[in-house]
């Protein structure tokens, strides 16, 4: 994950294994920026959700995790770095 306006040095990285994500404009309980492919932890973290994007509109799934709880989500990890998380 890069954020946007991130320099990638070109020795290193190729667009073929960049992927973007795009920013909810939503931060969590801690201050954290949310983007889509984000787990994010409820209800004490007792729950988890992946944030998508589709149809022009970012939720989360599962649903009952979401978006509109923003204030009390926590972002634990995300989906190319942790998907071990939603198991």
């Known amino acids: 994950f890069l954020p946007f306006g991130f320099i990638v040095p070109h020795s290193n990285y190729s667009k073929e294994n960049l ?14 920026e949310i983007y889509e492919g984000d ?19 970012f939720y989360t799934d599962p649903f009952e995790c979401g ?6 989500l926590e972002i ?10 939603l198991n």
């Open 19 to 32: 992927i973007l994500q795009q920013f909810t404009g939503l931060k969590d309980k801690n201050g954290k």
């Open 39 to 57: 787990i994010v932890g409820c209800n004490g973290n007792k729950l988890k959700a992946e944030v998508k994007f589709k149809n022009g509109h």
């Open 67 to 72: 978006l509109w709880q923003w204030i009390s």
């Open 76 to 85: 634990i990890g995300n989906i190319m770095e942790n998907p071990n998380l």
